[in-house]
């Protein structure tokens, strides 16, 4: 089971980027996906999730009205669409498969986890 993330990049703030996870190995849809960050010398942080169906999205305050998770159950990916940029969002960015269908907020409710792509916003 594997959870490859890209999409991660340099970009000035105010900017975009667009995060992709695909997953191989076993199907998700079935699984709620989440997306968190870790800043250097900080702990990993909670960013989005979304449940099974897709109905259902949570997203951090700092990030809220700025980035919009999404699912293609089809195709077994998770995207991160994150616009407005901030410098303070650069960070190593993780997606996450959770045990259950819902969307969870909490590290410890997810068992699969991605290698990270990092992203970097200059100011």
């Known amino acids: 089971v594997q959870l490859q993330a890209s999409g991660g990049g340099l970009v000035q703030a105010g900017g975009s980027l667009r995060l992709s996870c695909a997953a191989s190995g076993r199907t998700f849809s079935n699984n709620g996906m989440g997306w968190f960050r870790q800043a250097p010398g900080k702990e990993r942080e909670f960013v989005a999730a979304?449940?099974?169906?897709?109905?259902?999205?949570h997203y951090a305050d700092s990030v809220k009205g700025r980035f919009i998770i999404s699912r293609d159950n089809a195709k077994n990916t998770v995207s991160l669409q994150m616009d407005s940029l901030k410098p303070e969002d650069t960070a190593i960015y993780y997606c996450?498969?959770?045990?259950?269908?819902?969307?969870?907020?909490?590290?410890?409710?997810?068992?699969?986890w991605g290698q990270g792509t990092l992203v970097t916003v200059s100011s």
């Open positions: 996450a498969a959770a045990l259950r269908a819902s969307a969870a907020t909490y590290a410890g409710e997810y068992k699969y």
């Open positions: 979304i449940n099974w169906r897709g109905g259902s999205k």
